[in-house]
């Protein structure tokens, strides 16, 4: 992240997404992303407290959907590949790759 030429933090976002009866606006905002070998690395930070690879796996998890819907944004957004995806567990400490 430290050599990325473009970075961007609190990335707001709107898309449209199918759902079984027509479609829905969806918006977010993105904590951090940033390009590195022209693809995107998507980085969401969390205040969960979890203890344990177990949980920290289970937590992570969790929040899958909605890291997907981040990737698929910034992809419809932008044009670029999301290389990677992960979550920053703050009271732990802990990088988690999706």
């Known amino acids: ?50 203890y344990g690879k177990a949980r920290i796996k289970e937590k992570a998890e969790y929040y899958r959907n909605q890291l997907e819907l981040y990737k698929e944004a910034l992809i419809i957004n932008t044009g670029l590949f ?7 567990f703050l009271a732990e400490g802990t990088l988690y790759r999706l």
């Not at 449209?16 to 995107?40: L, N």
């Not at 999301?82 to 920053?88: A, Q, S």
């Open 1 to 50: 992240m430290r050599d990325a030429k473009i970075i961007k933090r609190e990335q707001p976002f709107t898309i449209k997404k199918s759902v079984p009866d027509g479609e829905r606006i969806v918006q977010g905002i993105i904590d951090c992303c940033f390009i590195e070998d022209d693809s995107w690395v998507l980085l969401d930070f969390k205040t969960d407290s979890v």
């Open 82 to 88: 999301v290389k990677e995806t992960y979550i920053y």
